[in-house]
Nanobody, 128 residues
Framework: EVQVVESGGGLVQPGGSLRLSCAAS????????IGWFRQAPGKEREGVVV???????DYGDSVKGRFTISSDAAKNMVYLQMNSLKPEDTAVYYC??????????????????????WGKGTLVTVSS
């Protein structure tokens, strides 16, 4: 069974940085997609970034140039480096994954519901 567990959320000041981590395990296929989504209070879920096993990546417009996804395959870890944080980045951040799919990262960003596996979320609060 695929499992994803995110961590690293916390309180950070505007303009600051934070790195989230996602531990992924249980993938049965080489073809997979994994990434980050977020949901702020009273708002709909928003795609942050998705990367596929072949390296294809796409970011949500609101985070381009500020957030970066990276991975350490040996440790089964995926990271989200968040820089220049803004109050509007405040949200619960979820790591999510899908396996054995041909969908593009762009499609996943707009259709997060097709992700089959979700973490429980980690809260990021950007405030003075």
């Amino acid at each position: 069974e695929v499992q994803v567990v995110e961590s690293g959320g916390g309180l950070v000041q505007p303009g600051g940085s934070l790195r989230l981590s996602c531990a992924a395990s249980g993938f049965s296929f080489d073809d997979y997609a994994i990434g980050w989504f977020r949901q702020a209070p009273g708002k709909e879920r928003e795609g942050v970034v998705v990367i596929k096993s072949d390296g294809e990546t796409d970011y949500g417009d609101s985070v381009k140039g500020r957030f970066t996804i990276s991975s350490d395959a040996a440790k089964n870890m995926v990271y989200l480096q968040m820089n220049s944080l803004k109050p509007e980045d405040t949200a619960v951040y979820y790591c999510a994954a899908d396996e054995g799919t041909y969908f593009t990262p762009t499609y996943y960003l707009a259709n997060g519901h097709v992700m089959d596996y979700w973490g429980k979320g980690t809260l990021v609060t950007v405030s003075s």
